[in-house]
């Protein structure tokens, strides 16, 4: 099967009416990361970890309210959401 170029599918694209304020409410997202700005500065720290999983680890021991940013990161509504840990040795 062969595959389709980028530039190819991209030309094939008709243009909209629609912008991106369509789609995306702009307003709502700057708000939403206005109030959890310092929680994704933590969790920005994570960034090069050589250890990851114990790094955060860490951080959401000190400051749990790094875990409220993550429903937005991960795009969902809910503001539960299911982690299942593993046992630390």
Do not use: H, Q
Request: aromatic fraction near 14%; hydrophobic fraction near 40%.
């Amino acid at each position: 099967m062969a595959r389709r170029k980028f530039d190819d599918w991209l030309k094939t694209l008709r243009a909209s009416i629609s912008s991106y304020k369509y789609y995306t409410d702009f307003e709502k997202v700057y708000a939403n990361v206005d109030n959890i700005k310092k929680e994704l500065f933590l969790l920005y720290s994570l960034i090069g970890s050589k250890d990851i999983e114990k790094d955060f680890r860490e951080l959401v021991t000190e400051y749990p309210k790094c875990l409220n940013a993550i429903p937005i990161l991960i795009a969902i509504r809910d503001k539960k959401i299911f982690a299942k840990m593993k046992k630390v040795k």
